[in-house]
């Protein structure tokens, strides 16, 4: 999901308020913040020049340059470890899947 939302309650704006500031239409920034619409490139920019991030982390994207040195450890455990078991895609995706939603249960629950 990307960070439209975030980085407008962050700076304490109103959908109404960023919209005229990027001159948006009425509605359109509820459609990017829900998913149910993606913006053009030229909005992206709109948004992340707005803001002052980068497209990348304004669409919520993270790459591995974007982790802490803890975190690539981790990443490279985790990555090795799935090569090294030579899965298909489908495989590697169902385990992603898997620890995010365990991450999200357990966020979500104290468990």
């Not at 990348?56 to 470890?81: A, H, Q, T, V």
Request: hydrophobic residues 35%; proline residues 3%; aromatic residues 10%.
């Amino acid at each position: 999901m990307n960070r439209i939302k975030e980085l407008r309650l962050k700076n304490k704006l109103s959908q109404a308020e960023l919209g005229e500031k990027l001159n948006l239409p009425k509605g359109t920034l509820s459609r990017y913040e829900n998913g149910i619409r993606e913006p053009k490139i030229e909005t992206w920019q709109a948004l992340a020049d707005y803001f002052n991030v980068s497209i990348p982390y304004i669409k919520g994207e993270i790459f591995y340059n974007d982790l802490s040195d803890k975190e690539k450890k981790i990443f490279d455990i985790i990555y090795n470890n799935l090569a090294n078991e030579h899965l298909n895609i489908y495989s590697e995706i169902k385990i992603i899947s898997a620890l995010l939603n365990g991450k999200k249960r357990l966020e979500k629950y104290g468990e």
